[in-house]
């Protein structure tokens, strides 16, 4: 009966773990099409508060960082949809490189990645960890 109720709950802890990762994807989705397509318009100039000029000259490093983002997210998906075990490796190594770049971000950008990537990253990492 034991072994029962820890499969469900190993069932529910792999749904949240999934939940988590398919959120920090999506995420990093958001920041690709706000990077790629959105940095001269109004939302990539108020992620940073940049006026139009600013916007306009950082837009190349902005597509760039976007796509990065874009990689991160493909790679999340992909850790999802893969069988295990390839699924549950690809799905911890994009999830640290993601922590990794949240926390690289926050030392050298702007500390607010800390909190809007690698925590996001962690927690999800942290939950893909505990549902194996």
Same mark, same amino acid.
């Given at each position: 009966?034991?072994? !029962?109720?820890?499969?469900?709950? &190993?069932? /529910?802890? $792999?749904? #949240? @773990?999934?939940?988590?990762? %398919?959120?920090?994807?999506?995420?990093?989705?958001?920041?690709?099409?706000?990077?790629?397509?959105?940095?001269?318009?109004?939302?990539?100039?108020?992620?940073?508060?940049?006026?139009?000029?600013?916007?306009?000259?950082?837009?190349?490093?902005?597509?760039?960082?976007?796509?990065? !983002?874009?990689?991160?997210?493909? &790679?999340? /998906?992909? $850790?999802? #949809? @893969?069988?295990?075990?390839? %699924?549950?490796?690809?799905?911890?190594?994009?999830?640290?490189?993601v922590v990794v770049a949240g926390?690289?971000?926050?030392?050298?950008?702007?500390?607010?990645?800390?909190?809007?990537?690698?925590?996001?990253?962690?927690?999800?990492?942290?939950?893909?960890?505990?549902?194996?």
């Amino acid at each position: 009966m034991k072994k !029962n109720r820890e499969k469900g709950e &190993g069932a /529910v802890t $792999g749904t #949240v @773990a999934s939940v988590l990762v %398919g959120l920090v994807a999506a995420l990093h989705a958001y920041i690709l099409v706000l990077e790629m397509f959105l940095w001269q318009k109004a939302p990539g100039r108020a992620l940073h508060g940049f006026d139009r000029e600013t916007a306009r000259l950082t837009a190349p490093l902005a597509a760039n960082q976007g796509l990065y !983002n874009g990689f991160l997210a493909a &790679g999340l /998906v992909w $850790g999802l #949809v @893969a069988a295990d075990p390839t %699924g549950f490796r690809v799905r911890v190594f994009f999830l640290v490189c993601v922590v990794v770049a949240g926390v690289f971000g926050a030392a050298t950008a702007n500390r607010r990645i800390l909190f809007a990537q690698a925590l996001p990253g962690a927690l999800a990492l942290a939950a893909v960890l505990a549902a194996r």
